[in-house]
Each structure stands twice: as structure tokens, then as C-alpha cells.
């Protein structure tokens, strides 16, 4: 069982930044591949970024590439997500999420945060 906890969510204007964090419980955080999802009000969940096991290895959502930055520190339980030249689109409510098994980027996470809203104004 591994329990997720997001925080450093809030209001921001366009253009400014945030850090995410998300603490994960339990002694096993480094076999998850860790990810960040986010659903805005009448849209459907969409996968940000992902970050493998070691940390080596990302993926972004095109819609965020160059903006976003996914990182971990196993030696925390504790995953990241910087978000730079946030615009009024990036508000959304933003879901930390890890995935075990043998793959780290695909499929449905095993377990979710109880998600944190981020809200940027024009």
C-alpha cells in the first residue's frame, strides 16, 4: 500500500511558477514509476509527465514540454513536478500517481493522491 500526499498547489499569474510535491508513503517508493496527471472542470484526465523508477528516464504531455519538469528524490519518497510560464490553461486540479509492476509509463497508476488544485490567472 503506498499513500500519496501532493501539496505546494495554489494561485499564481500567467507566466509565474510552482513547484508540486508529492510525499509517498511506505519503504517501497523506488519500484513505482511515478506520475502527474491533471483533470480540469468538464475535461477528461490528462497525463503530464512521468518519471521512471531511478529517475533517469521522463516523459512529458506535449502541452507542457519545455514548461514542465518531473523529478524524484528516492531518498525522500518524494517526486516533483517545477511548472514554469504557467498559462490560464494549466489550471487544473493536479493528481500525483504511481504505477508498479514493469512499466513505468504505461497503464493505470495502482495508486492516486487526493489531488491538489492549481489555478493560474490571466
Known amino acids: 500500500q503506498v499513500q500519496l500526499v501532493e501539496s505546494g498547489g495554489g494561485l499564481v499569474q500567467a507566466g509565474g511558477s510552482l513547484r508540486l510535491s508529492c510525499a509517498a508513503s511506505?519503504?517501497?517508493?523506488?519500484?513505482?514509476?511515478m506520475a502527474w496527471f491533471r483533470q480540469a472542470p468538464g475535461k477528461e484526465r490528462e497525463n503530464v509527465a512521468g518519471i521512471s523508477w531511478g529517475g533517469g528516464r521522463t516523459y512529458y504531455a506535449d502541452f507542457v514540454a519545455g514548461r514542465f519538469t518531473i523529478s524524484r528524490d528516492n531518498a525522500k519518497n518524494t517526486v516533483y513536478l517545477q511548472m514554469n510560464s504557467l498559462k490560464p490553461e494549466d489550471t487544473a486540479v493536479y493528481y500525483c500517481a504511481a504505477r508498479g509492476g514493469s512499466s513505468w509509463r504505461i497503464g493505470e497508476p495502482d495508486y492516486w493522491g487526493q489531488g491538489i488544485q492549481v489555478t493560474v490567472s490571466s
Open positions: 511506505g519503504r517501497t517508493f523506488s519500484s513505482y514509476g
